[in-house]
């Protein structure tokens, strides 16, 4: 049986998570407390020097990067959630490294405008400068993609895995400067579909609101 080392509201872990809820696939969910240092030693370090999350494990292999899972999912079992035609494929590769690339520090901008508020936790390498230009950054992504959305309802047409890296984060940056519902209207309505799926709940979605 598959194996997913997660942490709830990791946004990360739930790109697999959700990917899996989408597929229905049998795993078992261990959860590792990031906040206790629980990635630290034992289990998890072992299998990722990173010592981060998620890491799927299927038989010998090990996956510690999260597009990478959702990519894998896809290949191994993604039925009619990730296509098989060349082309196709290359272009749900393309989102999610467009995600992995362009969004990567978005956690940023959460960190600075939802959990410092909430909490008095300031986030790592989060000078107000820095979190700016992160922002400048996201920003010009987040464009991209409305309009990519203008005459879709998903990132392929159809919702696909490759929706599982994009849906997230961008459900991560909602409430934050990001959130521009009025400049980004495409984009609102696709992150509120993401948000509205079954699978969404199955997978823990709002977890990553509630640290």
């Not at 080392?5 to 989408?22: D, G, M």
């Not at 992160?134 to 309802?153: G, P």
């Given at each position: 049986m598959l194996k997913l080392?997660?942490?709830?509201?990791?946004?990360?872990?739930?790109?697999?998570?959700?990917?899996?809820?989408?597929l229905k696939l049998p795993h078992q969910a261990i959860q590792v407390d990031l906040l206790r240092g629980e990635h630290l030693e034992g289990e998890l370090a072992s299998l990722n020097p990173h010592r981060k999350v998620p890491v799927l494990v299927d038989g010998a292999l090990v996956l510690r990067e999260s597009d990478a899972i959702v990519a894998y999912l896809g290949d191994a079992y993604g039925?009619?959630?990730?296509?098989?035609?060349?082309?196709?494929?290359?272009?749900?590769?393309?989102?999610?490294?467009?995600?992995?690339?362009?969004l990567a520090y978005a956690g940023r901008v959460w960190w600075a405008d939802i959990l410092t508020p909430r909490t008095g936790r300031t986030g790592p390498n989060?000078?107000?400068?820095?979190?700016?230009?992160?922002?400048?950054?996201?920003?010009?992504?987040?464009?991209?993609?409305?309009?990519?959305?203008?005459?879709?309802?998903?990132?392929?047409?159809?919702?696909?895995?490759?929706?599982?890296?994009?849906?997230?984060m961008l459900n991560l940056l909602q409430g934050t400067r990001l959130d521009r519902p009025e400049e980004l209207p495409s984009l609102t309505a696709y992150r509120d579909r993401i948000r509205a799926r079954p699978s969404w709940a199955a997978a823990g979605g709002n977890a990553i609101q509630m640290v």
């Open positions: 080392y997660t942490f709830a509201p990791s946004p990360n872990a739930l790109k697999a998570r959700f990917a899996l809820a989408e039925g009619a959630l990730w296509p098989r035609d060349p082309k196709a494929r290359a272009e749900a590769l393309q989102w999610l490294f467009f995600e992995a690339s362009n989060a000078g107000p400068e820095l979190v700016a230009q992160v922002a400048a950054d996201v920003s010009r992504a987040l464009k991209v993609v409305d309009q990519h959305l203008h005459a879709r309802d998903y990132l392929l047409g159809d919702f696909s895995l490759a929706d599982c890296g994009l849906g997230v």
